[in-house]
C-alpha cells in the first residue's frame, strides 16, 4: 500500500514534507511501483521512515525480511544500516519471486546497497528452517514480514527464534484495509491476521502492540 490507511491526500503530502528525505533511489521504486498492478503490495512512506526509526533505536546490524517485493522495504534498511554501520550490516531477504527479486535489485544497485543483501529465492518457511538448522538462531535484530497473511504464524515462531532478547519483529498489513474490524469476514487471510493479533496480545514472549501506520503494523519486541 502506498500510503497509510484512511489518510487524506494533504495529510499524505504533509507526512512526506516533515519526515526524513527519501533517496533518489526510494522516490523512484515507490514511485515506478505505483503503475503495476500488484502496487498494494508496497508499503507506504511513512511505514519506510518508521522502520528506519525503529532499526536506529535498537542499533540494528543484521536483520531478515520476509517478503522482498520491488525492494522498498529493503532499500529503506540496507539504507539505514549502512549508515549506521558502515562495515558488517547485513540483511537476510526471503521471498520465492525472481521476477520481483530481480526488479528490486535495480534500486538496490543504484542507492549502492545491494552488497549488504542476500537474496533468497525459496519458500520462506524453509529458508527461515534452514537458518535456524544452521545455528543462526538468536542472531538478529530485527525482521519485517510482509508476505502470505496465512503463514503469518509460521514466521512468527520462527522469527522470534531468529530473533535475540530485544530484537523486533515487525508485521505490515495487520488492519488488511479495515476487513480484521469486520465480524462477517471470515476468510483465510482475516482470520489468520486476526489470530496472529491475539496471540501477540497473550504472549508472554514478547511485548505487542498493534499501530495504525500504513495497513496496520503489529510490532513485537522479544523479551
Known sequence: MSSSLGLSPELIRYLADTNP???PALVRCREETQS???RRMQISAEQGAFMAALLRLIGARRMFEVGVFTGYSALVAALTLQDMHPAGARILALDISEQWTTLARNYWREANVEALIEVVIAPAVESMDARLAAGEGGGY???FIDAD????DAYYERGLSLL???GV???DNML???AVADPADTSRDTTALRALAHKAK???RVHAVMLGVGDGLLLTIKR
Open 36 to 38: 503495476l498492478p500488484e
Open 202 to 204: 497473550a504472549d508472554p
Open 169 to 171: 519483529l515487525l508485521f
Open 21 to 23: 528525505a527519501e533517496h
Open 149 to 152: 497473511k496465512a503463514a503469518y
Open 141 to 143: 535484530d530485527f525482521g
Open 176 to 178: 488488511w484495509g479495515g
Open 164 to 166: 535475540r532478547p530485544g
